[in-house]
């Protein structure tokens, strides 16, 4: 697994047993755990060992890393076993790991999921036919135009609407690239 210089050193550190005990480490994992899966707005606190040095944070921080890139890139116990083998773990603290990763897995790809921006999704469409007779400077009319309005939706439910005016001939234009775009989508999901 390919992590920083910085996440590294601090997961060396947690699964030194002389630096963290059991019960120190067995909080930082809950706490990584907890934060991925719920809110994560409680700030990382020391667990009682008196470290002021942010040792705790940075292995807070390294652990949830760790699990996200894991969960991310899809990688299963073998590979995080094999990673943590690397910095030196003791065997029972990589099978806690593991395990607590394994049992949140699906909690955490799905917070995943829900982090980022994404374009809004078009949910409907309000079209009008208008004709353009003659201006106000008395030139002759244009012809037909459509006017359009896209609703749309933000990946957190807002709404929101897209308007635009367009000709008979541009109209044309946009479903025809609209539909090769969904060609080129569904060719694409179904080579995967």
Known sequence: MDLSLEISSALRLLGNSTNFGQAEFKKVLQKATDDLINSGKVPVTSTGSGACDGTIARSHAALATLFIEAVKSNQDGTIVTSTLEDFNWPAERISETVKELDSCRERIRSKLASVGTYPPHIVDVDWKLDY??????????????????????????????????????????????????????QKYANNS
């Open 132 to 185: 353009h007779v003659r201006s106000s400077a008395g030139e002759e009319g244009g012809g037909a135009f459509y006017l359009i309005t896209l609703h749309t939706e933000e990946s957190d439910g807002r709404r929101g609407k897209v308007t635009f005016s367009c000709s008979l001939a541009q109209l044309s234009h946009l479903v025809t690239q609209l539909r090769q775009a969904s060609r080129c989508i």
